[in-house]
């Protein structure tokens, strides 16, 4: 926009003149006129200014489908954590089982020589330096997991004593151990060899 002043030539100021030079967009100009005129006003070609009815359905959709994408990979994840858990414990398991086989198989081997100590205790022979052996030996089967089986005394069980002898006694009323002839042995749940026992229980009917 620019106003030019202007003299006449008697020297006397004319009226000012405004000239707008700014471009106006030809489809806004349709669509005063139109509006002047009493017309209806379509919508700008480029869309600007349109609403659209199905905008807000739409992020609705889009958020839904948000929801059900996350819950479907945190289920998948939980089900991966749970089967890595589970694999986990079973291969810990399996390990302590492996660890305990082979345990017993190398106690297995010393049983003869435990039971040579046994022996040798028995007969009060064991003292001085072979006392101290046999200590250490023992003490270092046992924190290998190694128990022994069998006391005088405890009930008789099937499953870990093997009745050697049996008295009979009227006044007994349930079988026991009354001697251990030869200790048994077993590494957690594993029975390595059941105890030799004499027993004492009531007297069978006839």
Do not use: W
């Amino acid at each position: 926009m620019s106003k030019e002043p202007h003299f006449t030539r008697r020297g006397e100021r004319s009226p000012v003149v405004v000239r707008d030079l700014r471009r106006v967009d030809p489809v806004i100009l349709r669509a005063s006129r139109r509006q002047d005129a009493g017309g209806p006003v379509g919508p700008r070609p480029d869309g600007v200014g349109e609403a659209r009815p199905d905008s807000g359905r739409a992020d609705r959709t889009e958020a839904a489908q948000g929801r059900e994408g996350i819950a479907e990979l945190t289920a998948d994840l939980q089900r991966v954590k749970a089967e890595y858990d589970n694999y986990r414990k079973r291969v810990r398991r399996d390990r302590l089982a492996i660890r305990e086989i082979a345990v017993v198989n190398v106690l297995t081997g010393l049983l003869p020589v435990l039971d040579v100590v046994e022996e040798a205790r028995r007969r009060g022979d064991v003292n001085g330096a072979a006392a101290v052996i046999s200590d250490v030996l023992e003490e270092r089967l046992a924190a290998l997991g190694l128990r022994t089986v069998g006391a005088a005394g405890e009930l008789f069980d099937p499953h870990t004593h093997e009745a050697i002898t049996y008295l009979a006694s009227g006044a007994a009323s349930e079988t026991v151990c009354t001697e251990v002839l030869r200790h048994g042995y077993q590494v957690g749940g594993h029975l390595i060899r059941p105890a030799q026992v004499a027993v004492t229980g009531p007297t069978p009917a006839a």
